[in-house]
């Protein structure tokens, strides 16, 4: 995806310029050279640059200029940069100016190509995050926006429906749309709670609620609702302090994951089991599904991995689970074999003190 990436070489040697557009060229990339700051920029400008490689000293404008009049023109270049008198007060300039990292002259190639290909990766996914913000604000946006129309569809109908003289059939199609209303009240504020970034708000939850609100909404997924799913029973009160609709939002990822392994296993059961451990609450999700490779198992929590097609998934659920399991100072961990189901563990930590403080139920 990132061979046909441009690449500005800024260097004032002209054999460091010359080596880096023939090896990095003979590596299907796009290089432009510059001889100095000044005319990087020149160049910046005019073209489409994904990545810069600057040397520190050059004269007119050095390296460390140079990387924040490009950040300055386009803030998701990713800029490398290379000395010949590298210190460590220099690399960690450079970092805090936006450099992707810093490189010691004479070049190690390979490693070189290994960080370029890396810092346009990192841009990649800046990118690609910043528009799913994008796509979260405008939803949150929308969201906010419907409640006042909702609010007075619902106050009006319910108006209606205390009229005297009204058929019975009338009367039930003004409860209906109450209702109706009612469930795009849900929604909306579900979405608000979604497209919140804010850090989660931790009080007394019950688990097991959250854990039946995440199975009422894996319902509306076409492949959860063909899964046998065997939950615990809901025995003593299960409470942590947490946050409910993050929870929720772990459980549902989780059961979604598993309904979409096990879309073509022959039995398609997802098992969950409760554990209380000393201090520690354990959720198991076990399936019965295809299993993850010992290649993918190592990239599963990276954010954007994904093995769905494009617009199935974005493949950022794991790494929002993971998010938010560390937010309540628990852990979530994968064992998986191919062929031989996978399960995925939640660790919550909880304490003794809550035990009898009254709880929350969603
Ligand atoms: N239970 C599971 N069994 C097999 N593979 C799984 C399971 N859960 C996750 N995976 C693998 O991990 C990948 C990443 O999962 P993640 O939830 O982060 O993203 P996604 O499901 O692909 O997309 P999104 O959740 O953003 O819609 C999945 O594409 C899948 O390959
Ligand atoms: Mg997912």
């Known amino acids: 995806m990132n061979s046909r990436a441009r690449i500005l070489v800024v260097d004032d040697e002209r054999g460091i310029r010359d080596l880096l557009c023939c090896e990095l060229g003979d590596r299907g990339f796009e290089v432009v050279s510059a001889e100095d700051g000044e005319q990087a920029l020149r160049k910046a400008a005019e073209g489409n640059f994904q990545l810069a490689i600057s040397d520190v000293r050059m004269p007119k404008r050095d390296g460390l ?18 000395t010949g008198h590298g210190t ?14 810093f490189v010691l002259k004479p070049f190690d190639i390979e490693e070189l190509s290994l960080l370029v290909e890396k810092a346009l990766e990192r841009r990649e996914l800046l990118i690609h995050s910043e528009r799913l913000n994008a796509v979260g604000m405008i939803a949150a946006g929308v969201a906010h926006e419907l409640n006042n129309p909702l609010t007075g569809i619902m106050g ?23 209702e109706q209303g009612k469930r795009c009240t849900r929604i909306v504020s579900d979405l608000l709670l979604f497209a919140r970034r804010s850090p989660p708000k931790l009080e007394v939850i019950d688990v097991d609620a959250a854990l039946d609100a995440a199975l009422r909404f ?24 947490g946050d409910a ?49 010992e290649e ?36 979530i961990r994968v064992e998986s074999r191919p062929g031989s189901g996978t399960t995925f563990t939640v660790e919550l930590p909880c304490t003794d003190t809550i035990a009898e403080a009254p709880c929350r139920l969603q």
């Open 156 to 178: 009006l109908a319910q108006f209606l429906g205390a009229e005297p003289g009204l058929s019975p059939q009338s009367k039930d199609d003004l409860a209906a749309i109450v």
């Open 65 to 82: 200029e140079t990387l924040k009049a490009l950040k300055e023109a386009d803030p998701h270049i990713e800029v490398i940069l290379a």
């Open 296 to 331: 993918n198992l190592q990239r599963l929590f990276t954010p954007f991995f994904t093995t769905k097609p494009s617009g199935k998934g974005t493949g950022l659920g794991l790494s929002i689970c993971r998010r938010i399991v560390g937010q309540h100072g628990g852990e």
């Open 245 to 293: 609709v993050g929870l929720q939002q772990v459980f549902l990822n989780l059961i979604v994951n598993a309904a979409h392994a096990m879309a073509s296993s022959p039995v398609r059961r997802l098992e969950i089991e409760r554990i209380e451990a000393e201090r520690r609450m354990l959720l198991r999700f076990k399936d019965t599904g295809e299993g993850i490779s």
């Open 218 to 241: 894996a319902r509306y997924d076409g492949e959860a609702a063909r899964v046998t799913v065997v939950r615990p029973a809901s025995k003593a009160a299960s409470r942590i302090l």
């Open 88 to 101: 460590m007060e220099a690399a960690i300039t450079a970092m805090r100016k936006g450099a992707y990292d």
